[in-house]
């Protein structure tokens, strides 16, 4: 994954959405940026979310909306060794249109506080995802008026979802004409792959070709974060993996993430996610238990 973001011009032909489909591996899986907001649910796979300054886990079901510009992409586990058909699906649609429509269809302005907080990227946390599977098929069979209809219901039942996670502490946009993107984005793929070595920023701006002056300032501009607060958050990333998925002690955890010790890690841990990674584990396998609330779906 790069840091630069590439640009992508998404072709609408007469409609005013763009649903698409694809596996993994592919070439829509990549670190990029586009002038649309995206409605993206996981089908299949577990790995990390990237949008914007925010790095966290997904799983199949995980339900998110990103706003225009906002650079995104999902890493499928290393681990996956055999391709996916089906990994995600997803619908585009342009600001400019709901706007437009909002200014006459005065009922739409309800919508358009959610697209705001897109911008900074939203994900739909215990979204049933039976219900988010279903309005996805039925905006890829339809056509047209009943398209827009099956996509205005289900962007309402978004809208009132009582758990909304925001996602980007900083409203990334892809940035034009900046040189040292390719070179911060080389350093940002050997953290996201090699998380667990010992990663210095006197390491990482040689790295760069860069000095350690002008390497922090342009990795902060870039992702939003200073290199070792984006180190740790990597680092909690791939430990809450760890925590949910398996029965490895916390202290085994600490050092296989890349902490050196206990206590560093709890902190970290702490200050990241509001919670000791202890609490994390339970709370994480007492929701898992609990099945989705009943909510209604699209009509057949």
């Known amino acids: 994954m790069s840091i630069l973001p590439e640009i992508e011009i998404v072709d609408y032909t007469s409609e005013s959405l763009r649903y698409l489909e694809h596996g993994w591996p592919s070439e829509l899986c990549r670190w990029h940026a586009h002038e649309e907001y995206e409605l993206h649910l996981i089908v299949d796979s577990y790995g990390k979310a990237f949008v914007g300054d925010y790095i966290g886990a997904f799983e199949p079901g995980s339900l998110y909306l990103t706003g225009p510009n906002l650079p995104h992409n999902w890493v499928t586990e290393v681990d996956e060794t055999e391709p996916l058909i089906l990994r995600d699906v997803l619908v585009q ?6 706007e437009a429509a909002a200014n006459t269809l005065h009922e739409l302005k309800e919508i358009m506080p959610l697209l705001e907080l897109a911008r900074s990227g939203i994900e739909f946390v215990h979204f049933p995802y039976a219900v988010a599977r ?12 009943d398209r827009m209809l099956v996509f205005l219901t289900f962007l309402n039942a978004l809208n009132t979802h009582p758990h909304k996670s925001i996602l980007s502490v900083a409203k990334l946009e892809q940035k034009t004409g900046n040189k040292n993107y390719d070179r911060i984005g080389e ?5 996201v792959s090699r998380y667990n070595e010992n990663l210095s920023v006197a390491d990482a701006a040689a790295m760069a070709g860069m000095s350690e002056t002008s390497f922090s300032r342009n990795f902060r501009n870039t992702t939003g974060n200073r290199f070792i607060d984006f180190v740790n958050r990597v680092r909690i990333g791939h430990a809450c993996v760890l925590l949910l998925e398996t029965d490895q002690q916390i202290s085994s955890i600490c050092y296989d993430v890349g902490f050196q010790n206990l206590a560093n890690f709890n902190r970290h841990f ?7 990674p202890r609490a994390y584990r339970n709370t994480a396998r007492e929701r898992l238990k609990q099945p989705d609330t009943a909510e209604q779906g699209p009509a057949t």
């Not at 649609?93 to 709901?98: D, G, I």
């Not at 350093?187 to 953290?191: K, R």
């Not at 702490?270 to 000791?276: R, S």
């Open 134 to 145: 279903e309005y996805m098929r039925r905006i890829a069979d339809s056509k047209g008026i």
């Open 187 to 191: 350093v940002v793929d050997y953290v």
């Open 270 to 276: 702490f200050k990241l996610k509001n919670i000791t």
């Open 93 to 98: 649609f342009k600001h400019k249109n709901f």
